[in-house]
């Protein structure tokens, strides 16, 4: 029987965490019932791991969660070295085992130096370990996308991926192909269409309702705006028309993660928008992390988690804008009116 591989090893912890794609999902699963060495290391975490499961995330604070998932990273990083030299030392030096015992020394050693932590630290549960590690993912993606929009800058004379729309353009028609610029997702559609991002990166990892574009990025070039709704669950700036003279400007954002406000869209585009604003709907967080808080980009490249909605000094609502209040309607074609009131959207 051939001994597991590093990544095999990996994606059976991933699939025990609950991280793995669909057809990760069925690589690991055909590889437990396959592999007696895969099916023992899943049985192994199920028993010694499954007693995490009643720990509840409120009893664990985010920081600290954070810290030890920090931890482990580097834990595993910088042990990895001495495990090796460890394993080498003890297949050395000589012992009698009892016949039978099948168990590899590595495994031996890796599992109790997770117990070790798990009893040194408050760990969260697998649940909120899965919600950290798509947070951070989520944060990645919008880093890689960050990096597409410098590049589509440099490419272009300094300018942001944007395309000409009319005044009162109903932003909020994501996926309508028609020749007129409407969707304000058909700014940030360009980097997909141009090559400069992988349209996977425009999914949140934490949003169950996205789906990653399936076709060749050739393909890309025969739409105007992404195919759905579901392609890209993020919401991206809407620009103030009428810049301010003299303004200026801190750190900006440019994306964030999904606008409560527009999670479910109207599928027809013939109807003016209509949404009504409740005085509960300017309390939500984002969709995409279980109402948790919302992963932001920066124009200076970085992402960061806020569990509010307001940012900076001026306490914005980045979900609303100024004038929107409980009661009114918003039709879907609004513009900021200065450029300390920021809306990302839809």
């Given at each position: 029987?051939?001994?597991?591989?590093?990544?095999?090893?990996?994606?059976?912890?991933?699939?025990?965490?609950?991280?793995?794609?669909?057809?990760?999902?069925?690589?690991?699963?055909?590889?437990?019932?396959?592999?007696?060495?895969?099916?023992?290391?899943?049985?192994?975490?199920?028993?010694?791991?499954?007693?995490?499961?009643?720990?509840?995330?409120?009893?664990?604070?985010?920081?600290?969660?954070?810290?030890?998932?920090?931890?482990?990273?580097?834990?595993?990083?910088?042990?990895?070295?001495?495990?090796?030299?460890?394993?080498?030392?003890?297949?050395?030096?000589?012992?009698?085992?009892?016949?039978?015992?099948?168990?590899?020394?590595?495994?031996?050693?890796?599992?109790?130096?997770?117990?070790?932590?798990?009893?040194?630290?408050?760990?969260?549960?697998?649940?909120?370990?899965?919600?950290?590690?798509?947070?951070?993912?989520?944060?990645?993606?919008?880093?890689?996308?960050?990096?597409?929009?410098?590049?589509?800058?440099?490419?272009?004379?300094?300018?942001?991926?944007?395309?000409?729309?009319?005044?009162?353009?109903?932003?909020?028609?994501?996926?309508?192909?028609?020749?007129?610029?409407?969707?304000?997702?058909?700014?940030?559609?360009?980097?997909?269409?141009?090559?400069?991002?992988?349209?996977?990166n425009f999914v949140c990892p934490g949003q169950c309702q996205g789906a990653a574009i399936q076709f060749e990025p050739s393909e890309a070039k025969k739409y105007n705006d992404f195919p759905?709704?579901?392609?890209i669950t993020y919401s991206f700036r809407i620009w103030c028309t009428k810049p301010q003279k003299g303004y200026v400007p801190g750190r900006r954002v440019l994306l964030a993660d999904l606008n409560p406000l527009f999670e479910s869209l109207p599928?027809?585009?013939?109807?003016?928008?209509?949404?009504?604003?409740?005085?509960?709907?300017?309390?939500?967080?984002?969709?995409?992390?279980?109402?948790?808080?919302?992963?932001?980009?920066?124009?200076?490249?970085?992402?960061?988690?806020?569990?509010?909605?307001?940012?900076?000094?001026?306490?914005?609502?980045?979900?609303?804008?100024?004038?929107?209040?409980?009661?009114?309607?918003?039709?879907?074609?609004?513009?900021?009116?200065?450029?300390?009131?920021?809306?990302?959207?839809?």
């Open positions: 029987m051939n001994s597991l591989s590093n990544e095999q090893k990996q994606l059976l912890f991933d699939y025990w965490v609950g991280l793995t794609s669909e057809r990760e999902t069925a690589e690991a699963e055909a590889l437990i019932s396959s592999n007696e060495e895969a099916a023992e290391i899943h049985s192994t975490l199920e028993a010694v791991l499954a007693p995490l499961e009643s720990l509840k995330p409120e009893s664990c604070p985010d920081d600290l969660a954070e810290s030890t998932i920090l931890r482990l990273n580097n834990v595993a990083r910088s042990g990895q070295l001495r495990l090796q030299q460890l394993l080498v030392a003890e297949q050395a030096r000589p012992v009698t085992t009892k016949v039978g015992y099948r168990r590899n020394w590595g495994e031996t050693i890796a599992v109790a130096a997770v117990i070790l932590l798990i009893a040194g630290v408050l760990f969260p549960s697998r649940n909120f370990l899965r919600q950290q590690s798509r947070k951070h993912r989520c944060q990645v993606q919008l880093w890689q996308i960050s990096q597409g929009i410098n590049q589509y800058s440099i490419d272009h004379d300094g300018r942001l991926p944007a395309v000409a729309t009319a005044a009162g353009a109903p932003w909020w028609k994501v996926g309508e192909q028609g020749k007129e610029n409407h969707s304000n997702t058909r700014h940030i559609w360009l980097l997909v269409k141009e090559g400069y991002v992988n349209p996977a759905d709704r579901k392609y599928q027809d585009y013939s109807a003016p928008l209509g949404l009504r604003i409740s005085k509960s709907s300017l309390t939500l967080n984002s969709p995409n992390h279980n109402g948790r808080g919302q992963n932001v980009l920066f124009d200076d490249g970085s992402a960061e988690f806020i569990k509010t909605r307001y940012i900076d000094v001026t306490q914005d609502d980045i979900f609303t804008l100024q004038e929107m209040s409980p009661g009114c309607e918003v039709q879907g074609c609004e513009v900021p009116s200065c450029e300390t009131d920021t809306l990302v959207a839809p």
